[in-house]
């Protein structure tokens, strides 16, 4: 049985303005060797071209935990975010992280759960799972593109994140992906 995504209120998929699923099973590579790309969130932006300038807001250590505050630049603009879910994987367990992010004022408000789970399969496969929720006029004009650039900037992530750990290099650097800034 694969694990799933825990929601809270307000960010549950179906309700919100903008809904996004991202997932890949990948042979070769495990939880651990995936978790510090993702926990470290001073590495993104050497491997994931729609990440930059990554700052901890409440704490000088450049990895995720629960409460810990941090901003960062996606999809040509600046979000501030704080990890609400944080579980490092073990053999037992998945791993997870989730923050609830936010962005601009007013109409321009953007509310979002980013959530990310890490687990072992059998026969040497790892499965990272990320979804997003939104709530606000951005995240209604994201639902409504096409292509939808959310979706594919979280499979750029992806495919980056792999990359990364199986030490192959950046996804994604000197190309535009439809849709994102």
Do not use: C
């Not at 995720?64 to 505050?69: D, E, F, I, K, N």
């Not at 979804?131 to 209604?140: D, R, W, Y």
């Not at 192959?168 to 535009?176: A, N, S």
Request: charged residues 20%; glycine residues 12%; aromatic residues 10%.
């Amino acid at each position: 049985m694969m694990n799933a995504i825990e929601w809270p209120q307000g960010y549950l998929p179906g309700y919100t303005d903008n809904f996004v699923s991202n997932e890949a099973i990948v042979l070769g590579l495990t939880s651990a060797e995936i978790w510090p790309f993702l926990a470290e969130a001073t590495r993104w932006p050497s491997y994931y071209a729609n990440s930059a300038n990554v700052r901890f807001l409440n704490s000088d250590s450049p990895t995720l935990a629960l409460g810990r505050r941090f901003s960062f630049e996606t999809f040509g603009g600046p979000i501030e975010a704080e990890v609400v879910e944080y579980v490092a994987p073990t053999r037992e367990q998945p791993g997870r992280i989730a923050w609830h992010g936010w962005g601009g004022e007013g109409d321009i408000r953007l509310d979002v759960h980013h959530a990310w789970l890490v687990e072992d399969l059998d026969g040497g496969r790892v499965r990272i799972l990320t979804q997003e929720t939104q709530n606000g006029a951005p995240a209604k004009g994201m639902a409504t593109a096409w292509p939808n650039p959310m979706l594919n900037g979280h499979q750029m992530w992806l495919d980056a994140l792999t990359a990364a750990a199986r030490g192959t290099g950046v996804v994604g650097r000197g190309r535009r992906v439809p849709g994102l800034g």
